[in-house]
T-cell receptor, first 111, second 110 residues
């Protein structure tokens, strides 16, 4: 079964510290992975996706098929990064159109 | 402006009432989704659609139903609301870039 696991409910760091939000997935096909972010009182929005291999707001994420992971990283956290972060999985192949989310990790960046 | 809209934003309703949560998108996306989410918590997929006249139930058992008669419109209906339906309902549509979410409807059943 398709599943996305985010093992940490809360990650608390100080400003300027490195951040890594963990995401592991299980899917037998060729998945497409995303990170979404939800700032306080704002709608859920796309942060980045593995296909584009881009850096958004200083965040990057690399798909590791051997470890089935897609961890989100930022070398120096900022207070404005405080938010809920969700890892999500889908597939572009065949008829599979579900978009499955992990439980989310709350990132708290302290001054 | 291309966007996805949900109405109402907030709804308080009595037990046993029938309600429809509206979701419309102007991006021309075929794939649309409904999620149930308590604030700051996990998103649970309750329904999805790949296009007109095509709907599927998601992973979370739900007493709601959906319809997709037009590409841009994906309403969710509860025939008889109960207090256990109290939650936030998020609608999304997606293309190859990813999913785009509405502001959500916060439903309270009293």
């Amino acid at each position: 079964a398709q599943r996305v696991t985010q093992p940490e409910k809360l990650l608390s760091v100080f400003k300027g510290a490195p951040v890594e939000l963990k995401c592991n997935y299980s899917y037998s096909g060729s998945p497409e992975l995303f990170w979404y972010v939800q700032y306080s009182r704002q709608r859920l929005q796309l942060l980045l996706r593995h296909i584009s291999r881009e850096s958004i707001k200083g965040f990057t994420a690399d798909l590791n098929k051997g470890e089935t992971s897609f961890h989100l990283k930022k070398p120096f956290a900022q207070e404005e990064d405080s938010a809920m972060y969700y890892c999500a999985l889908t597939s572009n192949s065949g008829g599979y159109n579900k978009l499955i989310f992990g439980a989310g990790t709350r990132l708290a960046v302290h001054p | 402006e291309a966007d996805i809209y949900q109405t109402p934003r907030y709804l308080v309703i009595g037990t046993g009432k029938k309600i429809t949560l509206e979701c419309s998108q102007t991006m021309g996306h075929d794939k649309m989704y409904w999620y149930q989410q308590d604030p700051g918590m996990e998103l649970h997929l309750i329904h999805y659609s790949y296009g007109v006249n095509s709907t599927e139930k998601g992973d979370l058992s739900s007493e709601s139903t959906v319809s997709r008669i037009r590409t841009e419109h994906f309403p969710l209906t509860l025939e008889s609301a109960r207090p256990s339906h109290t939650s936030q309902y998020l609608c999304a549509s997606r293309d190859r870039r990813g999913a785009f979410f509405g502001q959500g409807t916060r439903l309270t059943v009293v």
